[in-house]
């Protein structure tokens, strides 16, 4: 993976991922005995961040540094991506300087373009497309709480949006079945689901549910995000409409299997996709799942930066 670029699960082939988690609980397993593995000793990581951020932000950070390397974090106001200077030449330059780029956008076409004229690794932080960093995370939050992924039923409840996209393609790329109840228009569109059922080579792996109820029975993981993303802030009100019936609550879990594992990338919007009583409660990993972006996000960044 030496040099590669982490666009899209789908630029991941399966062995690649199962190396992913293998250096985690390397790096986790040394961590937690309190080392820190100098690998990346030198190396210096660039963050681009159009949009805001707590765990991508401070665990990439974090994950470098532990690595023995150093971050070098800047929003719009420093390098107005595409406005104050061409995509093409931020990578040129930045080429030069740095040893990689997590980059977090609106447009998944920007990060695209960047990687395309960029020589070094470029990450996808988020985008409005994809979040592969968090679902190589809750893959391995999964692996991490159930020992295993065979006969772990995933669903996800909500918007077919970015998290939901990346959390499908790791789970075909692994060959697990992604269950995923969503409202009329903001389902997964068809050409995703084509690219998806291409993914999984004739194997029927995605399962699509109008009732959340329906796709709930028997879960052993239960998935949510916001009903807003960043960006659709001016559809907040309509989408709280819309997504009313999609709330992941003490009803919904009384559907899943009883050793159900509610996870959540964060921000919660508490009382709107998730209860308090939920993601306070019992069945919660998703600070165990927060947890583990510093630890998947060192594979990457080791995988990845090291030659
Ligand atoms: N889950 C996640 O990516 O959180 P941030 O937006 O805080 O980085
Ligand atoms: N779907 C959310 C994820 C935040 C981590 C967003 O794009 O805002």
Same mark, same amino acid.
């Given at each position: 993976m030496k040099n590669k670029d982490l666009i899209s699960i789908a630029d991941l082939s399966r062995p690649e991922i199962e190396e992913i988690f293998q250096v985690t609980k390397e790096l986790k397993d040394l961590h937690i005995k309190g080392v820190e593995e100098k690998c990346l000793s030198g190396k210096i990581l660039g963050l681009i961040f159009e949009k805001s951020s707590m765990r991508t932000r401070v665990s990439l950070e974090v994950a470098i540094v532990q690595l023995g390397g150093y971050a070098i974090y800047q929003t719009q106001t420093e390098i107005n991506l595409g406005k104050r200077e061409a995509i093409k030449d931020v990578a040129k330059v930045l080429s030069r300087y740095l040893n990689g780029i997590a980059i977090r956008t609106f447009g998944h076409d920007t990060v695209q373009e960047l990687a395309k004229y960029a020589t070094i690794p470029i990450i996808n932080a988020l985008t409005d497309l994809y979040h592969p960093c968090q679902a190589l995370t809750d893959v391995y939050t999964i692996l991490e709480k159930? /020992?295993?992924?065979?006969n772990i039923k995933i669903v996800f409840i909500g918007d077919g949006n970015n998290v939901a996209k990346s959390l499908a393609q790791t789970c075909i790329k692994l060959d697990i079945d992604f269950h995923i109840a969503s409202p009329k228009g903001y389902e997964f569109d068809a050409d995703f689901i084509s690219e998806l059922k291409h993914m999984a080579n004739g194997k029927n792996l995605i399962h699509l549910y109008r009732n959340p109820e329906e796709a709930a029975e028997n879960a052993n993981v239960i998935y949510t995000d916001t009903w807003t993303s960043m960006g659709q802030e001016a559809e907040a009100e309509i989408r709280r409409q819309v997504f009313k019936n999609y709330q992941v609550n003490a009803a919904l879990l009384k559907?899943?299997?009883?050793?159900v594992k509610v996870m959540h990338c964060l921000p919660a919007h508490r009382g709107e996709e998730i209860t308090d009583e939920v993601i306070d409660? /019992?069945?919660?990993v998703v600070y165990d799942q927060a947890e583990n972006r510093l630890h998947v996000e060192k594979a990457i960044l080791k995988l990845l930066l090291v030659r």
């Open positions: 159930f /020992k295993t992924l065979e559907k899943c299997a009883d050793n409660g /019992k069945c919660s």
